[in-house]
């Protein structure tokens, strides 16, 4: 039989969050192979890829805004999977998951809207162009903009949790629209990684290459990161609940 003590510290115990060699070893692995991958991916781009001979330096904003754009579409779907989970399951698992990839990919979001201009004042003369793709980009970075309001509120229970959730699921068709948008209507945005694009040359393929997986590795890391702080508050606001009713209870008791 276990006392009231081993009972408080048993439960205290399953509230502290699991460091184990699952958390340490496997991010400890992932940060080392992240960090290979950065130095290799600024040697490339930097060093072995060509510079452009129509936009010179400017173009090698290319390998950090498309690996970028990539990095986005898995932080907004993967919140949009997460909130539909959530709302199947009601897991807390699943609500930490949501929230921290639609962080994420906000993050990736405004990167790619902002080395975007960068890029497109010296290829279209101009910063910004209601092109089909941005103006999807910017729509898609709208919607998650108040996803992440609305959980942001102090307090939010599950009523606002369910709503953000819906709102996370109702960008998805979104995502495929801003994929596809450059073929299915004809903008000024290019299509150089596409079968219908002109391609790059040999010499430019490792730094994009190199670019993918740096910008995977990195939102993997940051959805790990956040998807635990984010468990580890839900932990606290339960325990402070907890707190404050037991709080009530004694005082009743006096």
């Not at 950090?64 to 993967?78: D, I, R």
């Not at 990919?105 to 003369?125: D, M, Q």
């Not at 970075?141 to 369910?162: N, Q, T």
């Amino acid at each position: 039989m276990t006392g009231p003590g081993q009972a408080k510290d048993a439960k205290a115990a399953a509230m502290r969050p699991d460091r184990g060699p699952g958390w340490t070893g496997g991010f400890g692995a992932l940060s080392l192979f992240t960090c290979c991958v950065l130095c290799l991916t600024l040697w490339a781009i930097f060093v072995h890829a060509p510079i452009e001979q129509r936009m010179g330096i400017v173009q090698k904003i290319f390998y950090f805004h498309v690996p970028s754009a990539t990095a986005m579409y898995v932080g907004f779907g993967l919140s949009a999977l997460a909130s539909i989970a959530y709302l199947i399951k009601r897991s807390p698992h699943w609500d930490a998951l949501a929230v921290a990839s639609a962080e994420v990919g906000t993050l990736f979001c405004a990167i790619v809207l902002t080395t975007g201009p960068i890029w497109a004042r010296k290829a279209w003369g101009v910063y910004w162009t209601w092109d089909p793709r941005l103006t999807t980009t910017l729509l898609a970075g709208l919607i998650f903009m108040s996803y992440l309001v609305l959980r942001g509120f102090e307090g939010a229970g599950d009523a606002e949790r369910r709503f953000a959730a819906g709102l996370a699921i109702v960008a998805i068709p979104n995502l495929f629209i801003i994929h596809y948008s450059v073929q299915l209507w004809r903008g000024t945005h290019p299509t150089v990684i596409t079968g219908r694009g002109q391609g790059l040359a040999p010499d430019m393929q490792p730094a994009l290459a190199g670019g993918f997986v740096l910008m995977l590795c990195v939102v993997g890391l940051l959805i790990w990161l956040r998807t635990r702080a984010e468990r580890s508050r839900q932990r606290l606001r339960e325990l402070e609940l907890e707190a404050a009713e037991l709080g009530l209870a004694e005082g009743k008791a006096y």
